[in-house]
Structure formats: C-alpha cells, structure tokens
C-alpha cells in the first residue's frame, strides 16, 4: 500500500509548483478508467481506495481496495451491523463510523489491520491527517481526537467537520442558535473562526489542503471560493448548471459534480490553467461509462468517484492520469 519514495518525492514537488501558480501540475487532460469494486469515499496518496461494498446481497460494510490486492472488508465487532469510512491518511489509517442499529453509531478507527472502537456514545469520525489525528462529532458537538484523547471544538449548537490536515487545521460548518450555518477553521492554537463568505449567511467549508486553503461554499447565492490566506477568490464552474464541489487537492485542483438534477449529473475537474472541464471527455470512457461524480482526488491527480456503465447504475471509478493517446500518422502517397 506504500508508494515508492520517488513517486512520493515527484508529487511533493509538483505540488509545491502548485503552490506557486501551477496547480495543473497535480491534474491532467487524459486519463485511464478502472472500474472498482466498491463505491468508493476517499482515496489516499498511496492509491489506496476507501468505500463501501456494492453488493446487493451484502450489508453497507466499510472496505477498502487497491490495484494489487483488491477489495478488504473491515471486519466488524459483535452487535455492529453496517460502517461507513470516511476518512484515509498517507499510512493507510482509515476512520468513519458503525452502527449497531439506526439510532445507534460508534466512531471507530481501523490501523494495522486493527478496527477499534472509540469509547463515546454517539461519534461519528470523518477524518484523519498523516500524523493519525481525526476529527468528527459526539452527540453532534465537534471534537477532536489526538493521542488517544478527545477535545471538544466549542461548538454551541453542532455542526459538521468535513476535512483536517497535517497542521491540525479543521474545517467544516458549525450552526448558531438561529438556524444558520457558517464555514469555519480550527486550529490547536486558536478557538473556532468563522470563515467569511461575500454577500451570505450561510456557508460550509469543505476541505483544507497542506498549505491551509480552503474549499467555501456559499449559498444563496451559490458561489465557490478558494480562500488563500485569508483572501476568497471565486471559482468559477459550470456556466451552464448549478455545481457541486467535494474535494480539492494540495495543488488547489477541484472536483465533483454538476448537472441539470442528481439524474443528470457529470464529474468535473477544476484547476486555475485549464479551468472547469468535463472529466466524462478526459476520460476514454467511450458509450459504456457515465461518469456522474468525482468524489475526490489525491496528490497524484488520481480521482475516485462513481458513475453508470453499461446500463448498470452507481459503480465505482478510478481515474489514473496518463499522456494522451497520440494518433496515428496518416500516410499520403
């Protein structure tokens, strides 16, 4: 599940060029399609894909997959019935949450070929960094755990975490005592902040990459940012319908989904070069394949999401980026 030091080392690189002004090192115009086994949640810089089984005759089980071993189910504890992943880290670490039945869920924590437990009532745990730190919530409330600790964000009235990175910066949306919801970032170092969205109540921050930018989205209107230091800089998508970033990279290159209704949807890609395309004319995906969303996407530029193929509906994909196929010369006599 490693990957080799010069393919970790040749993306480090290509994502520190990100940083300054060539986020298109970490995309790509063509890639290969592997059908996967699982429907896929996250996927890791290794490689390794996260998910759940798509079996109809199976349980929602968590599993994860990768090229050479193919797909692993994590076994659950006695009474624990279903478990969704939600989050993967560059070892291999994978958190999410089981349930023993519909109103009842246990954050847990899979390493070493280990599942365990964490020991609060009501967590659900929705991601990790390298280091093995994870955040999510207990009884709605965000919390963070960290050297086998937990620690409360300071939330009043819930909210979501939906991403954290190597400096321990959380992001997500907390609610007020209103109704509304705010993006915000948290930090060992500082209590919640809000991060601003232009012109909105509402917003959700949706990821946080290496160098602490981050993925805003507000609403009405519906708009997408980057925030870089402190400063939001609009994205802008689909001219045409209404879209729905889910993942952004260390390069700052953006994926998800967007579409007339959930029907109709296409996966797109996003960087600040070649700006918002279709991944469905990236990809030699031919009349078999349908790709409706990107879920998320690595430092490698490699992009899990799923699709319908072959009339077959909600099948995981991977995305490998490869050079593009050149044509053949045509010889004139």
Known sequence: MKCSAVLLFSAILS????????????AASHYKIIPLPILPVRINDSGVVIGTTARADEDH??????????????DLPAGFTAAEPKGINAKGDIVGTAWQEASKHSAFRYSQGKL?????????????????TFAGQVAEHLTLWANGKSTQLGDCCGGIVHSINAKEQV????????????????????????????????????????SGHILLQSF???????????????????????SQPL???????????FGAASDFNHAFIWDSKSGFRDLNKLADTGAEWTLESALD???????????????????????????????SAVTRK
């Open 15 to 26: 994502c520190a060029a990100a940083a300054q002004g060539n986020s298109h090192a970490c």
């Open 61 to 74: 089980q968590a599993a994860f997959w990768t090229e050479k071993d193919g797909p692993q189910i994590l």
């Open 116 to 132: 365990s437990l964490l020991p609060e009532h009501q967590a659900a745990a929705m991601a990790i960094n390298d280091a093995g």
């Open 171 to 210: 992001v997500g949306q907390i609610n007020d005592k209103d109704g509304h919801y705010s993006a915000f970032v948290w930090d060992p170092t500082h209590d919640i902040q809000l991060v601003p969205a232009p012109h909105s109540a509402n917003s959700t921050a949706l990821s946080i990459n290496g």
């Open 220 to 242: 009405t209107p519906n708009v997408i940012y980057v925030v870089r230091n402190g400063k939001s800089s609009p994205v802008a998508l689909s001219p045409e319908f209404a």
């Open 247 to 257: 993942s952004m990279n260390d390069c700052d290159v953006i994926v998800g989904e």
């Open 297 to 327: 996407i690595n430092n490698r530029g490699e992009i899990v999401g799923i699709g319908d193929r072959g009339g077959q509906q909600d099948v995981g994909f991977l995305l490998v980026p490869e050079p593009r196929p050149q044509k």
